[in-house]
């Protein structure tokens, strides 16, 4: 469902259709192409209209689209067709995604994380009761040393696991490889002192996918 404002003089019949449109198979102009496939098959359609009470030419369209549209088990390929350049649509001086339903069957061909709660308490060794773990804080600024400090105290203190904060990369006060090989440091000697395996999640992201590859593993 969006929220949309038309143009003046747009008819919101048509501000509706060209949303669907420009969201699924439209495109600004008519191409030979067009005849190669199904485009009725494949279209977005504006099924509804409804102006909403209480503000000037404002109505929500509802749009359905054919799931064949969308890659299965990505959010990058919906959001990309839902959410991508229909916002720059000339027909339309504003519009907002409202809602958005998705069917279970589109939603089952997400398979989750890789890692769900059972595996980490096998990491882990810890069954029976909720974790406890922390962020590491302050999150920026700290020197490599200073931070594995940190996670040492806490794990040491009775913290199961440590954690990044998604600031936290490869910044100019802390390296990632010297932060990796201080948190292991901390890692190996609260375990030993404690008895308990203890774990920290770092976070991986780079600027470049080969960096994040290397990092991971």
Not at 39 to 67: H, M, S, T
Request: charged share 25%; hydrophobic share 35%.
């Amino acid at each position: 469902a969006f929220r949309m404002t038309p143009q003046p003089g747009v008819p919101p019949e048509e501000a509706g259709a060209a949303v669907a449109a420009e969201s699924s198979t439209g495109t600004w102009t008519t191409v030979w192409t067009d005849g190669l496939t199904s485009l009725d098959k494949y279209k977005g359609r504006c099924y509804d209209i409804e102006a909403i009470p209480g503000e000037e030419n404002q109505f929500i369209a509802y749009v359905a689209y054919p799931l064949d549209l969308f890659e299965e088990g990505s959010v990058t390929n919906l959001f990309t067709s839902i959410v991508g350049n229909v916002f720059g649509f000339k027909a339309l001086r504003a519009l907002r995604l409202e809602d958005l339903r998705i069917p279970p069957s589109y939603i089952k061909t997400f398979q989750g994380p890789p890692h769900g709660i059972q595996v980490e308490r096998d990491k882990l060794n810890k069954y029976g009761r909720p974790f406890l773990g922390c962020t590491i804080k302050p999150k920026l600024g700290l020197s490599a040393k200073n931070y594995g400090r940190a996670v040492y105290e806490g794990l040491r203190g009775g913290l199961d696991f440590t954690k990044d904060d998604e600031n936290v990369n490869s910044q100019p006060f802390m390296r990632w490889r010297d932060r990796f090989l201080f948190v292991a440091e901390a890692i190996y000697k609260s375990q030993a002192e404690t008895g308990e395996i203890k774990g920290h999640y770092l976070n991986a992201t780079a600027g470049h996918c080969d960096e994040m590859i290397k990092r991971a593993e």
